[in-house]
T-cell receptor, first 115, second 113 residues
């Protein structure tokens, strides 16, 4: 089955710096890659996603890049703020027909933004 | 608020017991997914239902079972509970369009003592 590796497991940056989180996936059939942010004790919330027919997508201070050949994708957060502190999860989805959209998650990155 | 409702928020029980977790998906969503989140394992996919039928299975133990009812709410049944089953259990739902945006509920925190 699909396997998603995520690095680093923890990341500490100063406010205003950029943060980059990287993920690799194993199954070349994966075609949808969302990123979720989870604050302590809260639910995971989708912050950005990318499909396999696109190489990059931006939404204000966050962007995601995808390299299908290398099977890796990355989350970039610019001008980090203390409220960006959370656990970030990448995921890969294999569409297996009908309505099957099983998400395989990476193990998460704890991002701490120091004021 | 994602529109996905999970009850109860917290559950404390003893080893060997059985519990039922409940999930109501967003209005109009036919797919429901169950995930287990523990400190050392991250978010683990358990099972997916679509319009009442099981569609995908992950690392779900035989002691666990789920179903989706005609009104589309879903229940996850956990039996013969062990200490290691203590975790956050999330339910998510998604629409039928191409993008697989999964919206998560607030989760049920299960503590097995």
């Amino acid at each position: 089955g699909e396997n998603v590796e995520q690095h680093p497991s923890t990341l500490s940056v100063q406010e205003g710096d950029s943060a980059v989180i990287k993920c690799t996936y194993s199954d070349s059939a994966s075609n949808y890659f969302p990123w979720y942010k989870q604050e302590l004790g809260k639910r995971p919330q989708l912050i950005i996603d990318i499909r396999s027919n696109v190489g990059e997508k931006k939404d204000q201070r966050i962007a995601v890049t995808l390299n299908k050949t290398a099977k890796h994708f990355s989350l970039h957060i610019t001008e980090t703020q203390p409220e960006d502190s959370a656990v970030y999860f990448c995921a890969a989805s294999i569409y297996s027909g009908g309505s099957n959209y099983k998400l395989t998650f990476g193990k998460g990155t704890l991002l701490t933004v120091n004021p | 608020d994602s529109g996905v409702t999970q009850t109860p928020k917290h559950l404390i029980t003893a080893t060997g017991q059985r519990v039922t977790l409940r999930c109501s998906p967003r209005s109009g969503d036919l797919s429901v997914y169950w995930y287990q989140q523990s400190l050392d394992q991250g978010l683990q996919f358990l099972i997916q239902y679509y319009n009442g039928e099981e569609r995908a299975k992950g690392n779900i133990l035989e002691r666990f079972s789920a179903q989706q009812f005609p009104d589309l709410h879903s229940e996850l049944n956990l039996s013969s509970l062990e200490l290691g089953d203590s975790a956050l259990y999330f339910c998510a739902s998604s629409p039928q369009t191409g993008r697989n945006i999964q919206y998560f509920g607030a989760g049920t925190r299960l503590s097995v003592l």
